[in-house]
């Protein structure tokens, strides 16, 4: 549960289009289609941003609720692998979604750090499933393959109206998020975070209708997705384990 509603409104009333925008990153954040060109000596696979750490063992158990009550687990767990991705050796985080013990989703996705804290997300690998059966990899990309891009999965430093892409394959994958309010609070099964709380506004192109608000934790990373448009519930941590 998280504070009033109305606060966000507030946010989204100050961040609305024709506001100026947090420009604290440096260089700025690519927004839509642009592309970058990262520098590989500039990243590492320490990811120790204090909104989304992810040291290796580090494990996220989720329930994932969708309207009609049915219930998935999800998963995410920092592996000691590493992969290059466009010339940059970012860390294997593998998430994996089940339902009643059976596997839906098998997902290994790849993150790095740059130098100032921003966390890159530079592609997942996607293995889909029904009734135990393999049925495609839909979602999956690679940055710098057939014109997918890096984007970002947490800046180095969230201020209200900044303005972001979180991945990019034209058609495919085109997540875009701005944070709305980093004085949050927010109550899960795993526990309540009082304040300090990071809330994002998450946006799709593709599905317009669609919209999500993720709120993260410091120290212990997403704690809560609501999809108040579009989706198809709610996403809460039941669990964390820090990993080193």
């Known amino acids: ?23 604290a990153q440096d260089p700025p954040l690519p927004q839509r289609d642009e592309p970058v060109t990262l520098d590989p000596a500039n990243f590492g696979t320490r990811i120790d941003n204090p909104y989304w750490p992810m040291a290796p063992g580090s494990r996220w158990v989720y329930r994932e609720t969708d309207l009609g009550g049915n219930r998935q687990k999800v998963v995410v767990t920092v592996t000691r692998r590493t992969r ?3 010339g940059i050796r970012a860390r294997v985080v593998r998430d994996t979604v089940t339902e009643h013990g059976r596997l839906v989703e098998d997902t290994f996705d790849w993150y790095a750090q740059d130098r100032a804290g921003n966390v890159w997300y530079l592609g997942e690998k996607t ?6 059966r393999y049925v495609g990899d839909e979602g999956s990309f690679e940055a710098g393959v057939d014109g997918a891009q890096a984007g970002i999965a947490m800046p180095a430093r969230p201020e209200p109206g900044l303005r972001y892409r979180q991945e990019f394959k034209a058609g495919e994958a085109e997540d875009r998020a701005r944070v709305l ?5 927010a109550q899960v099964p795993f526990a309540r975070f009082p304040r300090r709380v990071l809330l994002t506004k998450d946006v799709n192109p593709l599905e317009p209708r669609v919209l999500e608000y993720k709120l993260y934790a410091r120290g212990v990373g997403p704690v809560l997705v609501l999809d108040v448009s579009g989706g198809t519930g709610r996403e809460e941590l039941l669990s964390f384990k820090p990993g080193r």
């Open 127 to 132: 293995r889909e499933y029904e009734d135990g």
């Open 84 to 86: 290059v991705v466009d």
């Open 1 to 23: 549960m998280t504070r009033s509603l109305a606060a966000a409104l507030a946010v989204l009333a100050l961040t609305a289009p024709g506001a100026a925008a947090a420009t």
């Open 181 to 185: 309010s980093v004085t949050e609070q």
